[in-house]
């Protein structure tokens, strides 16, 4: 089974500043995927970034960028320039690539509580 | 218009009494699944279908029930609530043909007195 680690439950950072965001996973998988995603205070589950394993490398997307360490089994959330509207929980969470005609789900870390100040 | 919709948004009812959440999509995913946020505990997975034909448990099914009625429905059913199903729900959708992304609905807020 999966694990996903999230070891910091709430951070701070003031806008136009940059902040990591640390994430570990525990598995015997090769193939798979790595996801952030972003829940403010409305709730919604909003996609941050993906990666997947098999490439080496980070994926970007715009002011967010990760450092993927496979063999280290590492995935950190660089948001860099900090706004306001950056506040809200952040979860990692990791996806087994299956073949085609199966679903996966998501094993999900608790999450980092991130709090954008002025 | 919202591409994952779930009605209610915000439902309260009494132990004992049976509820149905409902997720509908529009972005023509054939894969839909169910999870239960709590506090401390991130998103765990209730059940998850890959079509209308494929229903399949995931690591919380215990007290629920699911229905595919069509590709783009996927109601969740608690047929008889108890307190600790207070939680967040969330319907998810992923295309296999893709990406495998999965793309959340709004959530549903339930509360068992």
């Known amino acids: 089974a999966q694990t996903v680690t999230q070891s910091q439950p709430e951070m701070s950072v003031q806008e136009a500043e940059t902040v990591t965001l640390s994430c570990t996973y525990d598995t015997s998988e090769n193939n798979y995927y790595l996801f952030w995603y972003k829940q403010p205070p409305s709730r919604q589950m909003i996609l941050v970034i993906r990666q997947e394993a098999y490439k080496q490398q980070n994926a970007t997307e715009n002011r967010f960028s990760v450092n993927f360490q496979k063999a280290a089994k590492s995935f950190s959330l660089k948001i860099s320039d900090s706004q306001l509207g950056d506040t809200a929980m952040y979860f990692c969470?990791?996806?087994?690539?299956?073949?085609?005609?199966?679903?996966?789900?998501?094993?999900f870390g608790t999450g980092t509580r991130l709090q954008v100040t002025l | 218009d919202a591409d994952v919709t779930q009605t209610p948004r915000n439902r309260i009812t009494k132990t004992g009494k049976r509820i149905m959440l409902e997720c509908s999509q529009t972005?023509?995913?054939?894969?839909m699944y169910w999870y239960r946020q709590d506090p401390g505990l991130g998103l765990r997975l209730i059940y998850y279908?890959?079509?209308?034909?494929?229903?399949n448990k995931g690591e919380i099914s215990d007290g629920y029930s699911v229905s595919r009625q069509a590709q783009a429905k996927f109601s969740l059913s608690l047929e008889s609530a108890i307190p600790n199903q207070t939680a967040l729900y969330f319907c998810a959708t992923s295309d296999s043909d893709r990406t495998d992304t999965q793309y959340f609905g709004p959530g549903t807020r339930l509360t068992v007195l």
């Open positions: 279908s890959f079509d209308v034909k494929d229903i």
């Open positions: 972005k023509g995913h054939d894969r």
């Open positions: 969470a990791f996806m087994k690539r299956l073949a085609y005609g199966t679903a996966s789900k998501l094993t």
